[in-house]
């Protein structure tokens, strides 16, 4: 049997003038043989994930920075 890892990292990267949400993906064989079905099958896969992934990292990025813009926000209320 082989078995396969796929590891997923989502960072903020919180400077004062940009936030700015970073993704890596990582692909590890943890056991079994790998032939080159499995290895082709694991990279497709990583593929898909991190593109579908990448979307949304997109949207976080944007709705970190208008968080962090009305966080910032000093404003009369009227």
């Known amino acids: 049997m082989s ?17 700015e949400v970073k993704l890596s993906t990582k692909s590890n064989y943890t056991s079994g043989l790998k032939t080159v079905y499995f290895a082709n099958m694991t990279q497709a896969l990583q593929r898909l994930v991190q593109g579908d992934l990448q979307n ?20 009369d209320e009227e």
Do not use: P
Request: hydrophobic content about 40%; aromatic content about 6%; overall charge negative.
């Open 3 to 19: 078995e396969f890892t796929l590891e997923i990292k989502l960072a903020l990267d919180d400077n004062d003038d940009n936030d």
């Open 56 to 75: 949304k990292v997109e949207i976080a990025s944007e709705i970190a920075y208008l968080v962090k813009k009305l966080s910032n926000c000093h404003c």
